[in-house]
């Protein structure tokens, strides 16, 4: 039988072997996933293939990138199909199309600004668009900063500082918006998802969260939900500490948790389990992509333990199809 996930109406069926690859391929570290309006799925991730394009079964369909990214960490998808790809190794992003073609790029690949100054990039993380199709960048790990920027790419304004207090990040690793244009920071070391609006100023934020990572706006215009990743314990004093994650939580647009999957009993390879859940996307049907960080979490999580081969070659990416029984 099929490990299943969630209660209720959020119940999910694991679709073990979902990824179908060329033999010899694998998909190391899924950084992000997107679905884009016929449900193939972009798996972007650090392996030799950047970009891995699947069709909804597993099937593989392509990929592109090879040459081009340094280091895949956020994938978003607009209305056009169109792909904004975060590369936090030579901290630029780049807006692509379906098959590979460069539109357009913002920053300075291989140059990053210096550290913590504010000054776009240092190590960008991912992207989200305003109703108006303005660009918001997550920045990310070497700056404590959100970007926004018209939709050719000039800079627009930018806020943030390296803080605990509203407005201020401690690694702002993920970001989204929703279709009132809200915008939404996963704030991941400081356990929170704070929520802003259009032009950045700070409304509430969202606590009992454990180091989100992924972020995910669902649930269509009127009643948006939000998936979030959540990362395990990251350190020697909490590593086996029970009911930390890694786990996905469900949550409304007030933040309040609807549904949780997982993380009860630790990482894990086992149907079920997650290992560093660092992307997410969901597809027509409901089901949801969910891209783990699995190669370079592993040690963190397991650092007496050798690592499967399993994680290395397919285990970094799952799909969790919706059970509508």
Known sequence: MPAILGTGEHRYRVVENFAKLPDGWQLTDVASVAVDSK??????????????????????????????????????????????????????????TTDGKVLLTIGIPRKPAPFMSGEPFHRCTHTALS??????????????????????????????????????????????????????????????????????????????LHRPCALCCCGGAKSP??????????????RNVPNLGPRLSIVDAQGKRIARLGGEAGPGVAAGKFLAPH????????????????????????PNEEMPAVVRATRCLQKLERVRE
């Not at 090879?66 to 780049?94: K, M, P, Q, W």
């Not at 992307?279 to 699995?294: F, N, P, Q, T």
């Open 131 to 208: 109703p108006k199709g303005e660009i918001y960048v997550s920045d990310g790990y070497g700056n404590a900063r959100v970007h926004k920027y018209t939709p050719d790419g000039k800079l627009i304004k930018s806020w943030g500082e390296p803080g605990t207090d509203p407005g201020q990040f401690n690694i702002v690793h993920n970001i989204a918006t929703d279709a009132d244009g809200w915008v939404y920071v996963a704030d991941r070391e400081n356990h929170r998802v704070q929520v802003f609006n259009g032009e950045g100023k700070y409304e509430t934020q969202w606590n009992n």
């Open 39 to 96: 449900d193939r799925v972009y798996v972007f991730n650090r392996g030799e293939h950047p970009m891995v394009v699947l069709d909804r079964e597993g099937n593989f369909l392509r990929s592109f990138g090879e040459g081009l990214f340094s280091r895949a960490h956020g994938l978003h998808i607009d209305a056009d199909d169109n792909l904004y790809c975060t590369d936090d190794g030579d901290h630029t992003v780049r807006k692509c």
């Open 279 to 302: 992307g997410l996307a969901l597809d027509s049907r409901g089901d949801i992509y969910v891209g783990e960080v699995g190669v370079t979490n592993w040690t963190t999580s397991f």
């Open 225 to 238: 939900t939000f998936v979030i990743g959540e990362l395990g314990p990251g350190l020697d004093i909490n």
